[in-house]
């Protein structure tokens, strides 16, 4: 079953490589744990690979889908949600004792509600993407100086941090490409009457060089 | 009838799950629309024809364990008014984007779940973060979506 999922893989990443030689550079491997089994590695390609192939045509995506194996097969079914569930729970309880943040634990046990909620709705739900938390959980670890945003989940499954004053807002959606999306709306400083709103894209760890000519920091730093 | 236009001065309320509520605040991943899908889920409070907004809510949320599997302790409804949310995403949204609110109601569906206030919101793509945070704003009263 291994060798026909190995085999798999290595007919997707060709097809990548021969769509844009940048593939294996977007993703560059970085696991959290580098003892990691090959199998998590596997999956970790296998999560990675359709949804960049997604991305680029629609013409991409009939190929992706008819190439990819039927769900009756157990090793891409139960296997492959417990083994994300299972990672994604072992990131929630590296925060509690990893990072330096004041409020690591309420921030884990924000995570394990929303990851319950998210199960208790849909049993067959990732609950949360594991590389959407991997991606926030590295954005943390960038800017430790931040107060402790306001978390929800997109359809998705994907991040969603909010930071809010009185008046303004800064929030973030973590990708699981290591991308974010982020949506800045705060008064106009010279008409406070009027708002400004700014939207984009970029990588997660530009974010907050990005959005500094907005003094997000004002209402978003400790 | 399915596809009719909503009148500007009614309104809807959307179902928040869980997920998208913190501390009983609705988040703006409340107003998003996932991958494929068509328009974001509401129903039209003013085709239950009831006689006041406590009674409107009262059977949305029979409609609601109805339809779900769980509605979540935590769940919430936020009521919103069409045309103030068709305005502000035309008027504030970086591309002037023109939302429609259309009745789309399910009907004899095999599963007897049944909802002919049913209505979407379209126009929303699944990149769109900020408009999400636009309609947020204008969440005027919200429910527990539980009694």
């Known amino acids: ?222 | 009838m399915k596809g009719d236009k909503i009148p500007n001065y009614d309104h809807v309320a959307r179902y928040c799950k869980p997920i998208t509520v913190e501390d009983g605040q609705i988040q703006a991943t409340a107003f998003m629309v996932r991958m494929g899908e068509e328009s974001l889920s509401v129903n039209w409070l003013e085709f239950l024809n009831c006689s006041s907004r406590e009674n409107e809510i009262a059977e949305l949320r029979k409609i609601y364990s109805r339809k779900f599997n769980k509605v979540g302790t935590s769940a919430k409804i936020a009521v919103l008014n069409i045309g103030e949310v068709c305005e502000k995403v035309l008027t504030k949204s970086p591309d002037r984007r023109k939302l429609e609110v259309l009745h789309d109601p399910i009907e004899n569906d095999p599963s007897h779940k049944n909802d002919p206030s049913h209505s979407g919101i379209y126009n929303l793509k699944q990149d769109d973060e900020l408009i999400a945070e636009l309609i947020l704003e204008l969440v005027r009263e919200t429910y527990s979506a539980r009694i």
Request: aromatic residues 10%; charged residues 30%.
């Open chain 1, 1 to 222: 079953m291994q060798h026909m999922a190995l085999k798999k893989i290595d007919q997707m990443s060709e097809s990548s490589i021969a769509y844009g030689n940048k593939f294996l550079d977007y993703f560059p491997r970085e696991q959290p744990n580098p003892g990691a089994e090959n199998l998590e590695n596997i999956q970790q390609l296998r999560n990675r690979i359709p949804k960049r192939i997604l991305a680029e045509t629609q013409e991409r995506r009939e190929i992706f889908i008819s190439d990819w194996p039927e769900k009756k097969d157990p090793f891409t079914q139960s296997d492959l949600l417990e083994s994300e569930e299972e990672e994604v729970q072992r990131l929630i309880s590296q925060i509690k004792i990893s990072l330096s943040l004041r409020y690591r634990e309420k921030l884990a046990n924000r995570l394990i509600t929303l990851f319950k909620d998210a199960k208790e709705e849909d049993t067959d739900s990732l609950g949360i993407t594991v590389d959407s938390l991997r991606n926030f959980i590295k954005f943390l670890q960038l800017n430790s100086n931040l107060k402790c945003p306001s978390i929800s989940l997109t359809p998705e499954y994907n991040i969603y941090a909010s930071w809010k004053d009185e008046c303004s807002v800064f929030s973030v959606h973590f990708l699981p490409n290591r991308d974010v999306r982020f949506v800045i709306l705060k008064p106009n400083y010279r008409h406070p009457e009027r708002q400004i709103r700014v939207s984009g894209i970029t990588t997660t760890d530009i974010l907050m060089e990005m959005v500094l000519p907005y003094r997000v920091n004002d209402w978003i730093s400790e």
